[in-house]
């Protein structure tokens, strides 16, 4: 039974990753290959916090979002600056230099990591694997309703005006600094929660979970799903975090699978599966319209009474 | 200590200039940051590494590594990076890390997880300079790093193909439509660019001794700094950015060693120097479209 719940914590701490990337990525267009870098950094804030200084899981939470919060500030600021391929770059960088300083860092413990980070404790009952996988699963929907919310108002519309055409964006009067760097300090400070939840389940942090790949794994993630939509990003996480699972011998071959379907998706699916007029929406939408069409045809007085609004 | 950082800031600069010579030419032209280009350097260093312990022929291996990653080159440009041209910059560049990534797991799975030694003796006497022992294969790094990238500059200056690669650099269509074979162009540029990756990689290893399936790592994300640093794709820049970065490693590494890790100093260069000179250190030629 832990089993599934392990699998289950894990796939839903990369669909809260991949969702959260896509704020940056999807909705504002920015390059960002370093989410991973921001998920370790909360990662070891809290363990460090909690290991040192016996800080409760409860406050160690808070800390790795204001964490994230302000290095993604920085980010947000430093990206205001660069091209889109410098930042690419930029942010390429992070992964190294964060891991660089987990190890080095006295701090953070050095190259064997921070271990025995104590099982967090809700009203004197310790956590299960259980508990892991629904607070996983609770960050999940508030990270999800957080990014619809976002999508739905004005601030949401202005960073996909970003992502279409910055210039036009600030024009009609978007504050487009502003709204970047809102955009990557929201995305890392989710990071930065997931990276908390992270090292108190597996109550060990080491430097190399946290590196370049990881973000490429993220990133691969919301690529194969559909980059801009919540459900791609939701979906592309479960199919890339299960699939190693499901396929025992993929595992082995993890990051050649998805560094493959990484090239794949770009080179003949850019939307991946699921986003806008992807392959796969576009002939869901035309086999509901095909329902609706002859459901219609099949009874005329419904068109005219209800409309098709 | 000054001089013996000196001659190892140098060393780790003309290695990091050779490293990044054939991205920053691949960059140059299609204005495509393509970090697969250290796959194939970590290529030419495995297969290299198997063609010496058979052969125990250091030409022999460094021709075979240049041979290896070339071909990779010729390949990823024709069936993945020419379908690409058309779009934003960042599409390649992460397929362009999807295929590094995938290829650090094959070499995993080829070649084992563990170290490979790279034992040879290039044939050149170490000797001491100021004090300081420098081996016979840094002094190679440095003789082939400097010739290399002269070559390479001359050529492009004053040859009529790196006209043509100038011209492809500034406008690929005009310069198709003036009769120039654009993708003849790309498929040599690509291959010469991957060749000098795989010399970089056959004496990376040679100097450290060792191979591993991860040497890419730090590698890549060096090569892009010095990219980027560099300006846009000169040979220029990428000798400047290559031993700013190399010089800084080991000065602050020697004085400094205790706060900043050696691996971050590129990271935190490129932050600075992109805040205060976004277009890079030398912009040099227009070789943007």
């Known amino acids: 039974m832990t089993y599934y719940e392990v699998v289950t914590t894990t796939v839903t701490l990369y669909a809260i990753l991949s969702v959260s990337l896509n704020i940056v990525v999807g909705y504002t267009g920015q390059p960002h290959l370093g989410q991973a870098a921001f998920f370790g950094l909360g990662a070891y804030v809290a363990a460090a ?64 990591g921070i271990y025995a980070i104590p099982l967090p404790s809700l009203a004197g009952h310790q956590f299960t694997p259980l508990d892991f996988a629904l607070a996983a699963i609770a960050l999940l929907i508030v990270t999800i309703a957080i990014s619809a919310y976002v999508d739905s108002t004005w601030f949401g519309v202005s960073l ?50 946290f590196g370049f790949t990881e973000s490429v794994v993220i990133l691969a993630m919301l690529m194969l799903g559909g980059v801009g939509t919540i459900r791609g990003a939701v979906v592309g996480a479960a199919i890339l975090g299960a699939m190693p699972e499901l396929f025992r011998f993929i595992s082995n071959y993890r990051l050649l699978t998805f560094g493959a379907i990484l090239v794949l998706i770009l080179r003949f699916q850019p939307q991946g599966l699921l986003g806008d007029d992807s392959a796969v929406v576009l002939a869901l939408r035309q086999a509901i319209t095909r329902l609706r069409t002859t459901r219609h045809s099949a009874h005329p007085d419904t068109l005219i009474r209800h409309g098709p609004a | 200590m000054f001089v013996s950082s000196l001659i190892e800031g140098i060393v780790i600069g003309s290695l990091y200039a050779l490293m990044a010579l054939g991205s920053s030419l691949v960059y140059g032209l299609l204005r495509i940051l393509d970090i697969a280009n250290v796959a194939g350097l970590v290529l030419a260093a495995y297969v290299g590494q198997d063609v010496f312990s058979g052969t125990h022929s250091l030409p022999l291996a460094l021709l075979a590594g240049i041979g290896s990653a070339s071909t990779l080159g010729f390949l990823l440009q024709r069936l993945l990076y020419r379908s690409l041209l058309g779009r934003s910059p960042i599409v390649p560049l992460i397929a362009s890390v999807g295929v590094f990534i995938a290829f650090e797991e094959l070499f995993r799975l080829i070649f084992g997880p563990y170290e490979l030694n790279f034992p040879a003796s290039v044939g050149l006497p170490s000797f001491h300079l100021g004090g300081n022992l420098v081996t016979g294969v840094e002094l190679l790094i440095v003789l082939v790093g400097c010739t290399v990238l002269v ?98 490693e080991t000065f602050v590494a020697a004085y400094w060693g205790f706060v900043l890790p050696r691996d971050s100093i590129a990271f935190i260069l490129l932050i600075v120097v992109l805040l205060l000179r976004p277009q890079g250190l030398i912009p040099g030629e227009p070789v943007r479209a």
Not at chain 2, 204 to 212: F, H, K, Q, R
């Open chain 1, 49 to 112: 916090l909690a290991v040192r200084h016996g800080v409760s899981f409860w406050l160690c939470l808070p800390a790795s979002v204001a964490t994230g919060l302000v290095a993604g500030l920085v980010l947000g600021a430093i990206s205001l600056r660069l091209r889109e391929d410098f930042l690419a770059v930029t942010t390429i960088g992070l992964n190294f230099v964060a891991i660089v300083f987990f190890e080095k860092i006295p701090f953070f413990g050095g190259s064997m």
């Open chain 1, 160 to 209: 996909r005006a970003i992502k279409d055409d910055e210039l036009a964006a600030a024009s009609v009067g978007a504050p487009v600094a502003r709204y970047k760097i809102a955009a990557f300090a929201l995305s890392t400070s989710i990071a930065g929660l997931a990276g908390a939840l992270y090292a108190f389940f597996m109550s060990v942090v080491t430097p190399d979970s």
């Open chain 2, 151 to 248: 070559a390479t500059w001359a050529f492009i200056r004053f040859t009529r193909v790196g006209l043509t690669w100038r011209a492809v650099a500034q406008d690929r269509e005009t310069s198709a439509a003036m009769g120039i074979r654009t993708s003849l162009v790309m498929g040599v540029v690509f291959v010469i660019g991957y060749g000098l990756a795989a010399v970089a990689g056959v004496l990376l290893a040679i100097n450290y001794n060792s191979i591993t399936p991860t040497m890419g790592d730090i590698p890549a994300y060096k090569v892009l700094a010095i990219i980027v640093l560099g300006g846009l794709g000169s040979p220029l820049g990428t000798i400047a950015a290559s031993m700013l970065i190399g010089l800084s």
